[in-house]
């Protein structure tokens, strides 16, 4: 699976932007997805995971409430609705593929893909 990151930009404290992260390839629909992000001079974490079918999904506590994630396996595609930013979200955000489809991961090394990311900037 091959994957492309877009939707990035600048966006005021408070406001909104939605990822979208197209995949290539015939295991997209039975894989789970998930985003990760990765701010200057911090490690890369975990923000959202979502499972083959879309019928279950897991966050990260700091955006929990906050982002969603969703996926369209008809058109190949896996988004992160992002709500009420805040500055601490600025990062680069990768969306990653894990070919296994039984549990939700939040450990990056346990993802067989990654997107080129994609820039947030989350200005006060």
């Known amino acids: 699976v091959q994957l492309q990151a877009s939707g990035g930009g600048l966006v005021q404290a408070g406001g909104s932007l939605r990822l979208s992260c197209a995949a290539s390839?015939?295991?997209?629909?039975?894989?789970?997805m998930a985003w990760f992000r990765q701010a200057p001079g911090k490690e890369r974490e975990f923000v959202a995971a979502i499972n083959w079918s879309g019928s279950s999904t897991l966050y990260a506590d700091s955006v929990k409430g906050r982002f969603s994630i969703s996926r369209d396996n008809a058109k190949n595609m896996v988004s992160l609705q992002m709500n009420s930013l805040k500055v601490e979200d600025t990062a680069v955000y990768y969306c990653?593929?894990?070919?296994?489809?039984?549990?939700?991961?939040?450990?990056?090394?346990?993802?067989?893909?990654w997107g080129q990311g994609t820039l947030v900037t989350v200005s006060s």
């Open positions: 390839g015939r295991t997209f629909s039975t894989s789970n």
């Open positions: 990653a593929v894990d070919f296994q489809r039984f549990v939700l991961r939040r450990d990056f090394n346990a993802y067989d893909g």
